[in-house]
């Protein structure tokens, strides 16, 4: 594979780490800026939000520009927006920075990908995107835990320094490897309508507002259910990065068979089976011993590979339905995934406040049963036309 292809996972990287680096630090961050942890969950939430309603608009942008020079403006917008984050006091101004940092991100998220696809050729454009898109799970492995242990030793403010530190990584190997690229923009939604694509959207919505409902609360939830903070909960965030390279994998050979409508029911249902993990020892009692952590660390991992897994064959269905319209529709499943992440935070941070962490566990497991339901009632309706 093309090396320039890994340098623009950069980018993906360290956007994918910014928007959740202060996962596991929640509660100083609450307590430092006087508002509740649902409330400084909120600061993720944001992110996507933006993220999502800036994507489908912006895929029509990026199109028209040199795709490294969006890329080196969004990279160095960003580390001056961490910058920002990392000395604002307020709470209501470091919101509003986060949504802006969230544009941002999802400014050069087509870029990447449009980058990669032009610098391969044909037969190895799918590969090429997997590994953009593989920017994101090391970034639940290595970006998101490091974040939890600078910020345990240094504070969570330093987390917005590793994050434009990251940024500035990627921009540095952009800009002195990756050449300057200019293919032709996405066409204005030709073949999206009657392609059969929302019931995939959809899908990949209530995916990520499963997973994100308990996933943004992580810290909280694994403080409750066996007494770790800071550095501890880097380690079982370290987990999500592993179940995304085993769902990816797993996802993209179901997607290869054919078997994407099993795939997707069974990813479903593993959401599913990790939010009751996270009820059952939520609603244990006593001193948390080896058997909690198994169990917990299992809900974490059976989570995360249960959502990588949907996503290959998400995508794959996509391109099939819509070949002529394929950047607008992965555009508009990037939005509907920020949606997904932005709903899924703003639910938990409500029953959080309101009932407490196991009314959050309930709901994710809701959504994801829900899911299920809807996805064995219009899978076929979105699968590809040769799938039989």
């Known amino acids: 594979m093309n090396l320039r292809v890994f340098v623009l996972a950069l980018s993906t990287f360290a ?3 910014g928007a959740f680096i202060f996962a596991g630090l929640l509660e100083p961050m609450a307590l430092e800026l006087g508002v509740s942890v649902g409330a400084v969950g ?17 895929a029509f942008l990026v199109g028209r520009f040199e795709r490294k020079r969006v890329l080196v403006l969004a990279l160095s917008v960003a580390i001056l927006l961490n910058l920002a984050c990392l000395m604002t006091a307020e709470f209501g ?37 997997a ?9 639940f492995l290595m970006g998101i835990p490091m974040g939890s242990v600078v910020g345990a030793a240094f ?23 990756v050449p300057k690229v200019t293919p032709p923009g996405p066409g204005v939604g030709q073949g999206l309508r009657g392609a059969g694509v929302l019931p995939l959207f959809i899908s990949t ?46 996802g993209g050979r179901a997607a290869d ?83 997904g992440q932005a709903f899924g935070g703003a639910l938990g941070g409500t029953l959080l406040v309101q009932g407490g962490a196991l009314w959050v ?3 994710g497991g809701a959504v994801a049963l829900g899911a299920v339901i809807f996805w064995r009632l219009t899978h076929r309706a979105s699968a590809p036309a040769n799938a039989g």
């Open 15 to 17: 956007f994918g780490s």
């Open 42 to 58: 909120q600061l993720q939430t944001v992110y996507v939000l933006t993220s999502a309603l800036a994507g489908p608009p912006l």
């Open 93 to 129: 101004a470091l919101l509003a920075l986060r949504a802006i940092l969230g544009a941002v991100g999802a400014m050069a998220g087509p870029a990447a990908s449009a980058a990669a696809s032009a610098l391969v050729p044909p037969e190895r454009r799918g590969s090429a995107l």
């Open 131 to 139: 590994i953009v898109m593989g920017g994101m799970t090391v970034a």
């Open 155 to 177: 504070g969570w403010r330093a987390t917005f320094l590793l994050s434009a530190g990251l940024s500035a990584v990627a921009l540095s190997a952009i800009a002195l490897f």
């Open 205 to 250: 919505f209530l995916a990520f507002a499963a997973n994100m409902t308990i996933t943004t609360y992580i810290a909280p939830i694994l403080r409750l259910q066996i007494e770790v903070t800071g550095a501890g909960v880097a380690a079982f965030q370290m987990l999500v990065g592993v179940g995304s390279f085993l769902g990816l994998t797993l």
């Open 257 to 339: 068979r054919g078997a994407g409508g099993l795939s997707v029911t069974l990813g479903f249902l593993g959401l599913a089976i990790a939010a009751a993990l996270h009820s059952l020892e939520l609603a244990r009692t006593g001193v948390p011993g080896f058997g909690a952590y198994a169990i917990v660390g299992l809900a974490v991992l059976t989570g995360s590979t249960a959502l990588f897994s949907i996503l290959p064959v998400i995508q794959t269905r996509l391109i099939q339905r819509a070949p002529a319209s394929a950047p607008l529709a992965l555009a508009f499943n990037g939005s509907s995934a920020s949606l």
């Open 361 to 363: 566990t309930f709901a």
